[in-house]
Nanobody
């Protein structure tokens, strides 16, 4: 079992930068592909970015317009999501997830473990 804990969310202004972290202390994340998803009330959870084992490949949703960067530090069992030029539409609950084999298409069924989420609110 892999328990994931997100952090770094908060209230920011439009145009600000924010970096989210997701870590686990129970198991090594190095053997997992990792992803970030976002959910807004009343809407389905959407894929944002993913990164394969050993940072071999990274994938991004076209909706984020190149403003987000996913990275991982396996020595720290942590995956990051750096978000630049935040917009009010980026507000939501951000989840990280881990999966044994991910394709990069952002399919939720590929992820076996999920965190509880961290809230990001962007005020305009």
């Amino acid at each position: 079992q892999v328990q994931l804990v997100e952090s770094g969310g908060g209230l920011v202004q439009a145009g600000d930068r924010l970096t989210l972290s997701c870590t686990t202390s129970a198991s090594s994340l190095g053997s997992y592909g990792l992803g970030w998803f976002r959910q807004v009330p009343g809407r389905e959870r959407e894929f944002l970015a993913s990164i394969k084992q050993n940072s071999a490949s990274r994938y991004y949703s076209s909706h984020i317009g190149g403003r987000f960067t996913i990275s991982r530090d396996d020595a720290k069992n942590t995956v990051y999501l750096q978000m630049n030029r935040l917009q009010s539409g980026d507000s939501g609950l951000y989840y990280c997830a881990a999966g044994g084999q991910i394709s990069g298409f952002g399919l939720e069924r590929e992820y076996q473990f999920w965190g509880q989420g961290t809230q990001v609110t962007v005020s305009s």
